[in-house]
C-alpha cells in the first residue's frame, strides 16, 4: 500500500503540505475550520484538486473565519455556487456554513474549537466518527478520520520513519 509519506516528498503541492502541516497539532480556530471544510470537499475527488483550489476556498470563504462563514444567507450561498475557484456541490456548501455557525457556538462555549476538541478526551476513531456526525454535517467515517489525522489529533498521518513524524514528535514533546 501506498502512503503519502512515499508520494508527497518533492512533489510540488503535495510536497509542502506533506511536510510543513499534515498532522501537525493545529489550533487555530479558522485553520480548524479550514481543513474541516477543505476535507468535506475533498469527498469524491482527489487531496491534488483541494489543494490547487485552496487559495480559491480561502477566498471564497472569506479566509475560513467561522464567524463571517456562519453568517451567510441565500446570497453568498449562490455565490458559492456559482464560483468554478471552489467545488459547486450544494450540500457541500451548506454543511460549510452550517458547520460554521456550530463551530462558532463552540468556540462561545469553550474559548476556542481546539478547547472543544480537547475537552472530549483521547477518543478512537470511532467515537470521534460518532460525535462529529452528531454535531456537524457531512463528516462521515473518512471526512472524520482524515480531519482528525491532518490536524495530529489522530495517528496515521505519516509513517513511523518519515522525517516528519520527528518534528511532530519534538513538537508534542515541547507543546
Not at 501506498?2 to 506533506?18: E, F, L, N, R, V
Not at 462558532?104 to 472530549?120: K, N, T
Not at 456537524?136 to 491532518?150: A, D, N, Q, Y
Request: aromatic share 10%.
Amino acid at each position: 500500500m501506498t502512503h503519502y509519506c512515499d508520494s508527497a516528498p518533492g512533489h510540488p503541492i503535495h510536497g509542502p503540505y506533506h511536510d510543513t502541516e499534515y498532522g501537525f497539532p493545529l489550533r487555530d480556530d479558522a485553520g480548524l475550520f479550514e481543513r474541516m471544510i477543505l476535507e468535506i470537499n475533498q469527498a469524491g475527488l482527489s487531496w491534488l484538486t483541494i489543494l490547487k483550489k485552496r487559495d480559491h476556498f480561502r477566498r471564497a470563504y472569506d479566509g475560513f473565519d467561522p464567524h463571517v462563514v456562519a453568517r451567510y444567507g441565500e446570497s453568498e450561498r449562490a455565490r458559492l455556487l456559482a464560483d468554478a475557484g471552489i467545488i459547486r456541490n450544494r450540500l457541500k456548501v451548506d454543511a460549510a456554513i452550517h458547520n460554521a455557525g456550530r463551530v462558532v457556538e463552540l468556540i462561545d462555549a469553550h474559548g476556542s474549537f481546539a478547547a472543544w476538541l480537547d475537552a472530549q478526551g483521547a477518543l478512537d476513531k470511532p467515537s470521534w466518527v460518532t460525535l462529529m456526525k452528531r454535531e456537524f454535517r457531512f463528516m462521515g467515517g473518512e471526512i472524520v478520520g482524515e480531519f482528525l489525522m491532518s490536524i495530529g489529533r489522530l495517528p496515521g498521518a505519516h509513517r513511523e520513519d518519515c522525517p516528519v513524524m520527528a518534528q511532530i514528535r519534538a513538537i508534542a514533546r515541547t507543546g
